[in-house]
């Protein structure tokens, strides 16, 4: 899972980046385009390696990419910015919501309207185009998709109703558009950088239909680099429940739609990130190719199962490990052993 960080120039997004990967730039790249590879926190990995004890455990991963800032190069714009976060699968949009000296009081709403334009704009201007040339070649008598075309024109009229394409769950999702990746079609997580004493969430029409959350980018970029005894000390005094990291992955997941599985044995306990309803076949492809084309059945057990019953050996014992087939959807905290032969 790759998210693009986006956000008006003065929001915080390097801050932010910073606050979410640990990672310090100094003032030679500050920049330059930044990715960081997160290991997303599960404390049930942390306990399915103590009860197995494997050579080798492995955390899913995310990764946040902040693009260059369009400030150092004089004749860029915030769109040909945009253009480098196409290829992401979500957008983290970064919203001022604190006073920075020199400047105007923050408007949530104002910023978030503005950027989010600009995003619907250049997905509109991409959707003529295409519709030209569909509309070109139709008349020069060759054949159209026309599944293509529907797709699009439905894309146009939201935009044109000042609605982002990803309000529409299957049309953003439209096998016809994949090709295009628009960027008003990618989920978006809309985070609110605020003040050090800021708990509250803005308050607007438009944030009610976007998956949102705070940080506190500047506070918790300091924390990031502490020692996990000071950063409990650090939570604990300005009342966060989990680090920034912490928070926007849980979000970034839900936002997505995201699940976990694992697979586990005395080689490795590894965690595997799929979408939520993933059958078994698609589940064991995600592990790899011949998996899934030799599969036979899975041996499923759930995490809270293994964990009352105490080990693998006892969970059998009880027959709580139990056989499923192609169809079954994978479930959160499901630990999987695929059975599979590629004679």
């Known amino acids: 899972m790759k998210l693009g960080i986006i956000g008006l120039p003065e929001s915080g997004k390097r801050t932010v980046f910073e606050a979410l990967s640990g990672l310090r730039t100094d003032a030679s790249t500050r920049n330059e385009p930044s990715l960081a590879m997160i290991r997303v926190p599960d404390i049930r ?5 103590a009860m197995f004890q494997p050579k080798k455990t492995t955390y899913a991963q995310v990764e946040y990419f902040l693009p260059a800032k369009a400030a150092a190069k004089p004749d860029a714009n915030e769109s040909v910015q945009l253009a480098s976060v196409r290829d992401c699968d979500a ?4 919203v001022r919501n604190f006073r920075r000296y020199g400047t105007e009081a923050p408007n949530p709403e104002v910023d978030f309207r503005q950027l989010d334009g600009e995003l619907m704009l250049a997905d509109q201007i991409s959707i003529e185009k295409r519709l030209e040339r569909i509309e070109a070649d139709r008349k020069r008598g060759k054949k159209i998709d026309a599944e293509e075309m529907d797709a699009l024109s439905a ?17 953003a999702r439209h ?9 008003s079609a990618k989920p978006m997580l809309v985070v609110f950088n605020n003040e050090d004493d800021n708990d509250a ?3 607007a029409t438009c944030f009610e239909k976007e998956s949102c959350a705070v940080v506190k980018a500047k506070l918790e970029q300091e924390m990031a680099g502490m020692d996990p005894e000071e950063a409990a000390v650090f939570l604990s005094e ?11 992955i849980a979000a970034s997941y839900r936002l997505m739609g995201l699940i976990s599985f694992f697979t586990v044995g005395e080689d490795e306990v590894k965690a595997w990130t799929i979408t939520r309803s993933t059958v078994a076949l698609d589940a064991a492809g995600v592990i790899h190719s011949d998996i899934r084309k030799g599969f036979i059945r899975a041996e499923v ?19 709580l490990v139990r056989l499923e087939g192609k169809t079954y959807e994978i479930q959160d905290g499901d630990i999987v052993h695929f059975r599979f032969n590629v004679g």
Do not use: N, W
Request: hydrophobic share 45%; proline share 4%; aromatic share 8%.
């Open 91 to 94: 957008l983290l949009h970064v």
């Open 238 to 248: 300005f009342h966060l429940t989990a680090s920034a990291t912490d928070r926007v």
């Open 201 to 203: 969430m803005p308050q």
């Open 45 to 49: 990995v942390d306990r399915l390696s």
């Open 175 to 183: 096998p016809s558009l994949r090709g295009f990746a628009f960027f």
């Open 301 to 319: 057990i759930g995490y809270e199962e293994l964990m009352a019953a105490g080990s693998f050996a006892e969970a059998r014992k009880k027959g």
């Open 155 to 171: 894309c146009h009229a939201l935009l044109d109703r000042g609605e982002p394409i990803r309000r529409e769950e299957g049309l």
